[in-house]
């Protein structure tokens, strides 16, 4: 059976998307390299479309680079 789409993950989910610890993610997020959180109520997640957004630009910039070498 399929997992339905999730649209929001929690610190540890996005961590594991992207393959890193859960403390190397946060000290991403607080230097402004990974996008923010959104709050609902006591709640803190990140918008998967966020992080695909970051990754694909972080991919777009390697193979601009690579172009210009």
Do not use: Y
């Amino acid at each position: 059976m399929n997992e339905p789409l999730k649209l929001l993950v929690t610190a540890e989910e996005a961590a594991r998307m992207l393959s890193m610890g859960r403390s190397t993610f946060w000290r991403n997020v607080s230097a402004g390299v990974f996008p923010q959180p959104v709050r609902i109520g006591g709640l803190t997640r990140w918008r998967v479309a966020d992080l695909v957004r970051m990754v694909d630009a972080g991919a777009q910039a390697m193979a601009e680079q690579g172009r210009a070498a």
